[in-house]
């Protein structure tokens, strides 16, 4: 790895604390502004909705400049966005504004590594990236309810902080030719070019197995989130507090995995690890037996260790084959747009069945079961698909 990977990762990693931190940061601020209980959810509505309406314009942009400069730019975006709260700007609107800063983040972030390393090493590096990243899951929360504890505007001004410390490393990542700049700007362009990118991602067939499932991925892993805090409450008799920290080992897994996959998982092989997703989705529905934490702890742990195997190799697989097609930037651009309408639907699903007053354990049952079907499904018809091109 070359020096300008580890800049990139630590650039990285302050910047994925600042977004994990800043959302427990802002629910404080709303609960001292004494906000609608149901602006906290909203949030993260708002933070998202980014990804989706921005997605065909963050992938040209992040392949029309140097990927160092677009994070830089982005990380000043966020900083932005968070110094807004200081002159009073509402905590839902500057954390939709962070949220565009992160939306073009994103591409850029993982779009970097296909131009600064070799194809052989992407998986490694996708390890690296998705440890930090997961790291930050880990830290970030508790990290913003600390320090927006006492004083929430305390809180956002270190986190403001930590974005114009992401920028400073962000300037001094290598500059890499820039990859497939697009030949126009306007807007019908840039629509039809999304367009474009997302059925060629579809059509092909290594970006659709890579695409269906980092898109089912991060829609279940959204959703398992408010599952495994019902559950741990209802099941285990666990606080929220508590039950935060079961979420903590269930990302310490994923990290290991992701550890693991970095290290047996080539590149040409990506696909072969759907399964692995297959079993998660079985662990998933052997919470219902669960009782006691010890357990718990070591079934959410497995669930995580398996999420982070298929999902490090799988998102290297779009990586590889977007900056074949497209350019690194436009497919990852798709990538997002596609995972993030994932997040909306099944957390909309999950929302509906809690409304209806489902019990938790059928509702595990049927998030497991759906998450084993549809790996199955997407491994079935790849396998179909490589015997009709032989």
Not at 152 to 163: K, R
Not at 257 to 281: N, T
Not at 331 to 354: K, R
Request: aromatic share 12%; hydrophobic share 55%; with cysteine.
């Amino acid at each position: 790895m070359t020096r300008g990977f580890y800049t990139l990762l630590v650039a990285q990693f302050i910047s994925a604390i600042a977004d994990n931190a800043l959302l427990f940061a802002a629910i404080a601020l709303l609960h001292q502004l004494q906000a609608p209980t149901w602006h906290e959810p909203l949030l993260r509505e708002f933070f998202v909705i980014s990804y989706i309406l921005l997605a065909p314009f963050v992938g040209p942009f992040a392949d029309a400049l140097p990927k160092g400069r677009v994070m830089f730019l982005s990380n000043g975006i966020k900083f932005f966005g968070c110094a807004l709260v200081f002159i009073g700007l509402p905590p839902l609107y500057a954390y939709a504004i962070v949220g565009i800063g992160a939306a073009a983040y994103s591409p850029a972030k993982y779009g970097i590594l296909t131009e600064m390393l070799p194809a052989k090493d992407l998986i490694k590096a996708n390890g690296w990236m998705e440890g930090t990243t997961v790291s930050a899951i880990i830290l970030g929360p508790v990290f913003g309810a600390s320090v927006a504890a006492d004083n929430p505007f305390f809180g956002i001004a270190v986190i403001t902080g930590l974005y114009l410390l992401a920028a400073y490393f962000n300037y001094y990542i290598p500059k890499v030719p820039i990859d497939h700049a697009i030949p126009q700007r306007s807007l019908s362009f840039l629509i039809k070019d999304f367009w474009h990118a997302f059925i060629t991602l579809w059509k092909d067939a290594q970006g659709q197995v890579s695409l269906a499932v980092t898109t089912l991925f991060w829609g279940a892993g959204a959703t398992l989130q408010f599952v495994v805090l019902k559950w741990a409450n209802l099941r285990l008799g666990f606080d929220n507090e508590q039950a935060t920290k079961l979420i903590a080992i269930l990302a310490v897994g994923i990290a290991i995995g992701s550890i693991l996959a970095s290290i047996y998982i080539k590149l040409e092989k990506a696909a072969e690890v759907i399964p692995a997703g297959m079993v998660m989705g079985l662990l998933v529905v052997a919470m219902v037996f669960v009782h006691d934490v010890i357990p718990a702890i070591i079934l959410l742990f497995l669930i995580g260790v398996l999420a982070g195997y298929f999902l490090v190799p799988l998102n290297s697989l779009l990586q590889h084959r977007g900056h074949q097609l497209l350019g690194a930037g436009h497919s990852i651009a798709v990538q997002n747009f596609n995972e993030n309408i994932g997040i909306l639907v099944l957390l909309g699903i999950y929302t509906l069945m809690v409304g209806h007053n489902f019990q938790i354990n059928t509702i595990i049952v049927i998030f497991g079961l759906f998450i084993t079907l549809s790996m199955g499904i997407i491994y079935h018809l790849y396998h179909q698909h490589i015997k009709h091109k032989i």
